[in-house]
């Protein structure tokens, strides 16, 4: 199973990336597909997760509004559209998959619950 994340950079407050997850290995249109992050000094948390057709979609309070998640079950890729970036939003993003339903419990937000990582993608905000 791979999961190969791309698109991070370094761009001031107040733009716009979009992270992409190209995966294989794995039954992509049955699985969860999460984005998480690292801050500097900071522990991993979760960013947003997408539901196997993409119907359910849930975000952080910290980023809700300004990101987007989305997937492409043809081409085995999901993407995250930030915009409105702060200097906060300097991490390390990782996408994640699980390959289980969708479900809407707290403990499917957290990094135990997915079973399969990606290297992660360095976003630079400067203010």
């Known amino acids: 199973v791979q999961l190969q994340a791309s698109g991070g950079g370094l761009v001031q407050a107040g733009g716009s990336l979009r992270l992409s997850c190209a995966v294989s290995?794995?039954?992509?249109?049955?699985?969860?597909m999460g984005w998480f992050r690292q801050g500097p000094g900071k522990e991993r948390e979760f960013v947003a997760d997408?539901?196997?057709?993409?119907?359910?979609?849930y975000y952080a309070d910290s980023v809700k509004g300004r990101f987007t998640i989305s997937r492409d079950n043809a081409k085995n890729t999901v993407y995250l559209q930030m915009n409105s970036l702060k200097p906060e939003d300097t991490a390390v993003y990782y996408c994640?998959?699980?390959?289980?339903?969708?479900?809407?419990?707290?403990?499917?937000?957290?990094?135990?619950?997915?079973?399969?990582w990606g290297q992660g993608t360095q976003v630079t905000v400067s203010s």
């Open positions: 994640a998959a699980r390959t289980d339903v969708y479900s809407t419990g707290t403990y499917y937000r957290t990094s135990p619950a997915y079973g399969y």
């Open positions: 290995g794995l039954t992509f249109s049955r699985s969860v």
């Open positions: 997408i539901s196997w057709s993409g119907f359910n979609k």
